[in-house]
């Protein structure tokens, strides 16, 4: 497996054109490369990134296609922005999969994709990111599961600006946020199911002028009244689900209860009402131990709303604390 890499130096000591070297279709971090985007540069379409516990202080730019990065360790692969890098992983290439991992402190986003198609994002922490958790803009077919985003001031998870979204987000976990879950002018086959966003100051938006094509079912939706969680520009507090009234929007079997300003707020509201000041995205502590990624494949992007139960209440026995 090391063979490419003394070819290449030999060449580059030659004073010859060398190609980037071709690791293989699995690549181990820091064994064959020494940081995650020396892997990512050197890796070729489809190949999968295997990364071993540590903290890497890097940004990871993806541009080739098909790309897996997978922690070996979720709680113990830490992708830190350090509060002084912008992103952890920016996803700039179609067919991408990031699993298992934790990104943390960075001043806009944990995990963004942007303008891509068939992304996964599955098993991820994201915790501490200034604005977004777990970030999907203008993307397309996706899958964001089981998940955990805390300590963003815009929201845990974001999915906005498509038409048609054909994005699932199912079985994540959103607390201490200023919102949970946000979906802006994502339209079209957009499923949220199976969530739990809780304990944060806003549990779900799901709002635009024109916003439709949106089912909302099985997430449990409570107690978003939490002072101590970064706080978002617009004030916003106190709400579980706030959603745009379409018929073509459907909301079901979601239990939605100890939310003090409205549990359910259909349409736009006048009201305008005082909220507690927020707290620095950097002081929310560490997050709780989440589940490691199954071995195996992981299940199918298709839907299946119906599938989806009235959840039961969770009372928070363990989650995020806030630092002192």
């Known amino acids: 497996m090391r063979l490419p890499y003394v070819l290449a130096a030999t060449l580059l000591a030659a004073g010859c054109a ?17 940081t995650i985007q020396q892997a990512v540069d050197a890796a070729g379409e489809g190949a999968t990134i295997v990364v071993a516990p540590g903290v890497y ?17 979720r709680g113990s692969v830490i992708i830190d922005g350090e509060t002084e890098r912008a992103n952890g ?11 298992n991992l934790t990104v943390r402190n960075h001043t806009s986003n944990g995990v963004l994709i942007s303008a891509q198609r068939d992304f996964r994002v599955s098993y991820v922490t994201a915790s501490n990111n200034a604005l977004f958790g777990i970030h999907a803009f203008d993307a397309q077919r996706g899958v964001i599961e089981q ?7 815009t929201a845990g998870i974001y999915v906005g600006h498509c038409r048609p979204c054909d994005v699932v987000v199912r079985g994540n976990v959103a607390e201490r946020n200023a919102v949970g879950y946000e979906g802006a002018n994502a339209s079209g086959g957009m499923f949220v199911l199976g969530n739990r966003f809780s304990g944060n100051r806003v549990g779900l938006l799901s ?8 089912t909302i079912a099985g997430n449990l939706v409570s107690d978003n009244d939490e002072a101590l969680s970064p706080a978002r520009a617009d004030g916003a507090f106190g709400v579980g689900m706030s959603i745009t009234s379409s018929p073509k929007n459907v909301v079901f079997r979601n239990l939605v209860v100890g939310n003090p300003r409205g549990d359910v707020v259909v349409g736009a509201s006048s009201k305008k ?6 707290i620095p995205f950097t002081q929310v502590a560490a997050p709780p131990v989440q589940p490691e990624m199954p071995a195996g494949p992981l299940p199918g992007s298709e839907p299946d709303a119906e599938a989806y139960a009235l959840p039961d209440e969770d009372l928070f026995d363990d989650r995020a604390a806030v630092r002192s």
């Open 89 to 99: 992983i920016v996803v700039a290439a179609p067919e991408v999969s990031v699993q």
């Open 18 to 34: 060398a190609a980037r070297p071709d690791l293989g279709p699995e690549i181990s971090v820091p064994a064959e490369a020494r």
């Open 147 to 153: 998940s955990y985003t805390s300590g963003s001031a």
């Open 57 to 73: 202080e890097e940004t990871v730019h993806v541009k080739t296609r098909g790309l897996t990065i997978r922690g070996a360790r």
């Open 207 to 214: 709002r635009a002028e024109r916003q439709d094509q949106v």
């Open 273 to 278: 009402s005082r909220a507690p000041r927020g």
